[in-house]
């Protein structure tokens, strides 16, 4: 019997329960608070991280999020076996990242404002089709988003640490390229990890070797932008336009200057949510490796931090 | 020599005769103006139906929109071909479908009005995957609403009269079939071009079928809704939104309820714009074939009005 400790956020683990029990696992035993004999975890980061001190027999954590920082501390026990959520979160960010984009595009709060006072305005709409959007990080979302890119005619620039393996990707910079790869973008999305390396790559000379006139979405993490600099280049109009969806203090508190920086959109952290469905069953297809002692999917370096 | 009669809207003429100059037709001569010996006309329906008892010579109509109503009119000329714009208009439409789609379902709305107040408010998103949505028309927009359709992870139905060509639709119906096909639709879109057997397809019976909250896409022709069974259906929240490109008389008068209907969003016949470039690249093939006595491509049947 393998004991597994169910964390997902409170108002969720009934949801997560029904949904692993509808499951039916083989040879497991599903708590909800920490007890010695607990070999596996199942949940949030944040809530991981309190009680990871009292789980002497854990081997595996499967985090229901993409970032797993909370359990990254050089401080923290790392002898067991941390999985992240990836793969469930493309499509979502797809949606996201498109759903904005068109919006901004096609031009939707003017055409409300024009519905307003009942006026009949053919507003001249742009379109992405012939547009360059760069992936700042390809993994599973950055494919993803490469590939949404792609099917409305889009062309798409990745900067990768080394690998080019999406097929949606027209051409890969890596290193030193960085600016190079940046000068000829319409559109830049970071969907980097929270890393030591990845730490204010947005910064003053990225955003200054961007077009004039360029978007910037950010769904990795915040503390790969310099906020000051994006504020700074939204005021100039040199970035028309901004997406954020993470930040490096969340909540944002209320009197930070970016909630009206000019056209920003601040988005609470929302592009992919986590569904229980997609995470239970990211769960399952885990665990029958696990009890088979097959090689986990999605195993975090904890040095890499992803 | 053949004589083309360029008559786009006014002030995209300029852009229009750029791109046919740089495009090097063999034997052509552009004029702006009808004149006897004008063989081939390039431009607006609703401009060419005004010159169309001038022109003893012509022999061929490309219109640079997909409807051609003002020229369908049974007490107008039909001896000379007369092709449509099709296949340019696809991905525009995708990008506005999914635009609005997105731009409901991710709910930027009510992220914008927590950002005005800076209120960091993670907002529970809904998601495109695992939804069905109902194609009324699958011709070349049709087929591209349905790629998109599958790229977000959609279910698709098609209702056509016959045609089952497009590979992105799961299921088809046709004929008799159009309340079954409405049944388990979470969107249904209006393809249909304007004719006789569109009239009103969209009507109190059919808006019934659909279940509970669903929407309602009108981006064919305004003919082919009954908008006062869709003021209704709107009210009572059976519809739940409903986004109008197109509507029985354009402009929209201010004084119509529609601008008011709950849920509505009126866009002005904007959803997939001429571009001049796309408009001119298919006039230049269709050219190729004219002078070369091949079969042009989008030949409208009058009777047919498609």
Redesign the interface.
Known sequence: MHKLLLLPKRTDFKKYLDLLNSANLQAIEIVESPVSDVEIVFGEPSLIVQILGELPKLKWVQSTWAGVEPLLNPALRRDYLLTNARGVFG??M???V???L??Y??K?LQ??D??RT????????R???GKTIGLLGVGSIGSSLA??AT???MHVLGYTRASETCLHVDKYFHGKELLSFAKNLDILVNVLPNTPSTQNIINKELLEALPEGAYFFNVGRGSALDEYALIEALGSGHIAMAVLDVLAQ???P???PL??AKNV??????AA?S?PEDLVALFVQNYNKFITNQMLDYIVNFDLGY
Chains 1, 2 share one sequence.
């Open positions: 499509g979502l797809s949606e996201f498109f759903g904005y068109l919006f595009e096609r939707i055409r409300l024009a519905q009942s006026r009949w305005e053919p507003v001249v709409t379109t992405l089709r590939s949404t099917h409305f005619g969340e909540p944002l209320p009197e930070h909630w009206h959109y601040i988005t609470s952290h929302t949510p569904f």
